[in-house]
């Protein structure tokens, strides 16, 4: 089959649509936008846009459906789970190469987002199982104990660059503790969302999970609608202060988790094995997932001077290794950017740092052999990089790598805190002293020793300062979907007690 006729039977299989309450909104509020697919910049397929209404709809349908979906209890949830899993893993190639079409993502990678997303669904149950309550010796003779109850209904805005693996794990949390959603994806790459929304049917009661498309007036109404009280939020640190804005101006008090930004710093002592510093360079860059295009790539490599100009060498030799090309080619590494005006932006980046004055090593330009009208930009190596230069201090959520040099323990220190960003940083040394005292002094909320980017469910993630707000992939973040409630019981003594039912 050729990429053209892949496309086409991948797209015609779905009527993308939003489904409210169970049912499909065959006339969205706001008409449809085009969908395109960036490895070619063809429209692909028409995304429905929501209105304020829609969400409102949204909303009202899932506050009607939670108490009933709250009353199945932890098991009868879990049994929902289940019969999820099954439906994704028999659906697991039609949303991976969805998002290849719409996101850019190479497709290999899209399976392995599928894969581990199924994991996660595996997982919630049993960690949701293990909360409890406690009971508290506050005052003697009487007992004092909390339990948990769930917000009602979530809003769950989720980001671009992992759209089905996102749609799917994001929402587990607050399902699995009797949360009803409303889930909105990014407005950019919806299409393996809309598809997602007729499989949560498949596994959970109308209206436990509606599915609503569209841009800022979607966004705005749900999170400032009265009944969600409970909002969380992946994507850049601007959207989610416009979302604490927005939310503090509704006039009604919201719980908001926000995982945000980030410029993460790679650190690399003198002593390292340079090949597997170096891959790891590479893999912390998530290039051959999705182009760059994470918070949790480590964007800033931060390379002792006495080993910087073999490092920056071996890392351009590496990076000339991939293959760049339309996102569902079974033989690309590197796929196109998510859109023209993100491509627009990234480039405006690498324009920066040569004007800067950063060394451009390799990449920042348009690759050969790709499609005319593809958002390619080869990945963009940088040395020579200072903090005053944009590129060393923005994120730019792409494929750009900028390379400090260090001599001094404390100039690092300084280099890697020096933002006001600390989502996730990297220390690679083999001196284990220096490895744990660096990665405690680090300001990130997330920090790996010889590692990078990986995550392990049950870990809590999430980052510092502007980076983020709440923890995510752990019962830390369980307990944020839920609000707890204190009981007192006043017990007289014994005797009395002994005397009223015995006589």
């Known amino acids: 089959?050729?990429?053209?006729?892949?496309?086409?039977?991948?797209?015609?299989?779905?009527?993308?649509?939003?489904?409210?309450?169970?049912?499909?909104?065959?006339?969205?509020?706001?008409?449809?936008?085009?969908a395109t697919d960036p490895s070619t910049g063809e429209v692909v397929a028409q995304v429905p846009l929501a209105s304020a209404k829609d969400v409102d709809d949204a909303v009202s349908n899932a506050l009607s459906a939670q108490a009933g979906w709250q009353a199945l209890g932890h098991e009868g949830r879990a049994e929902c789970f289940a019969k999820f899993h099954e439906?994704?893993?028999?659906?697991?190639?039609?949303?991976?190469?969805?998002?290849a079409i719409d996101g850019g993502?190479?497709?290999?990678?899209?399976?392995?987002?599928?894969?581990?997303?199924?994991?996660?669904?595996?997982?919630?149950?049993?960690?949701?199982?293990?909360?409890?309550?406690?009971?508290?010796?506050?005052?003697?003779?009487?007992?004092?104990?909390?339990?948990?109850?769930?917000?009602?209904?979530?809003?769950?805005?989720t980001a671009f660059n992992h759209p089905a693996m996102f749609a799917i794990t994001r929402p587990l949390p607050s399902l699995i503790m009797g949360n009803t959603l409303v889930l909105k994806p990014s407005d950019e790459t919806s299409l393996s969302t809309l598809a997602l929304a007729q499989m949560f049917q498949e596994a959970f009661p109308p209206?436990?999970?509606?599915?609503?498309?569209?841009?800022?007036?979607?966004?705005?109404?749900?999170?400032?609608?009265?009944?969600v009280k409970r909002l969380a939020f992946t994507g850049s640190v601007n959207t989610g202060l416009a979302i604490q804005k927005t939310a503090a101006e509704s006039g009604y008090v919201k719980n908001l988790s926000l995982e945000l930004g980030g410029k993460n710093a790679m650190v690399v002592f003198p002593d390292v094995d340079l090949d597997e510093a170096v891959e790891g360079a590479i893999f912390g860059?998530?290039?051959?997932?999705?182009?760059?295009?994470?918070?949790?790539?480590?964007s800033r490599v931060l390379v002792h001077s006495s080993i910087r100009e073999e490092f920056v060498a071996a890392l351009e030799a590496r990076l000339a290794q991939f293959t760049l090309g339309v996102a569902y080619d079974e033989k690309?590494?590197?796929?196109?950017?998510?859109?023209q005006a993100h491509h627009r932006r990234v480039s405006s980046y690498v324009e920066s740092g040569i004007e800067q004055g950063a060394r451009l090593v390799r990449g920042g330009s348009r690759p050969d052999g790709v499609p005319e009208a593809g958002t390619f930009l080869e990945p963009a190596l940088f040395d020579g990089v200072t903090p005053d230069m944009r590129i060393g201090r923005e994120e730019i959520f792409g494929p750009v790598i900028s390379v400090f040099g260090w001599d001094s323990y404390e100039e690092m220190?300084?280099?890697?805190n020096g933002l006001d960003l600390g989502l996730t940083a990297s220390v690679w040394t083999n001196d284990l002293t220096i490895a744990h005292k660096t990665a405690d002094l680090l300001d990130a909320g997330y920090v790996w020793i010889n590692d990078s980017t990986r995550h392990y469910f049950?870990?809590?993630?999430?980052?510092?300062?502007?980076?983020?707000?709440?923890?995510?992939?752990?019962?830390?973040?369980?307990?944020?979907?839920?609000?707890?409630?204190?009981?007192?019981?006043?017990?007289?003594?014994?005797?009395?007690?002994?005397?009223?039912?015995?006589?």
């Open 87 to 99: 439906v994704i893993r028999q659906n697991q190639e039609e949303l991976a190469l969805l998002d």
């Open 1 to 34: 089959m050729s990429l053209k006729s892949l496309v086409e039977s991948a797209v015609s299989k779905r009527s993308f649509q939003m489904i409210i309450g169970g049912e499909a909104v065959t006339k969205p509020g706001r008409g449809f936008r085009e």
């Open 207 to 227: 209206g436990v999970v509606n599915v609503i498309t569209g841009g800022v007036e979607a966004g705005e109404a749900l999170v400032s609608h009265p009944d």
């Open 332 to 339: 690309t590494d590197i796929g196109p950017l998510v859109s």
């Open 413 to 416: 220190i300084g280099l890697a």
């Open 458 to 503: 049950g870990t809590p993630f999430g980052g510092t300062k502007n980076s983020s707000i709440g923890r995510e992939e752990s019962q830390d973040e369980l307990l944020t979907y839920v609000e707890q409630k204190v009981v007192h019981t006043r017990m007289p003594s014994l005797d009395n007690a002994l005397k009223r039912v015995l006589g």
């Open 285 to 298: 860059m998530n290039l051959d997932v999705c182009q760059g295009q994470s918070c949790g790539s480590n």
């Open 105 to 157: 993502n190479p497709i290999k990678a899209m399976r392995f987002d599928i894969d581990l997303s199924l994991a996660y669904i595996r997982g919630w149950p049993g960690l949701a199982q293990a909360l409890t309550g406690q009971v508290y010796p506050a005052s003697p003779g009487n007992l004092h104990y909390s339990s948990h109850r769930p917000y009602g209904v979530v809003g769950r805005i």
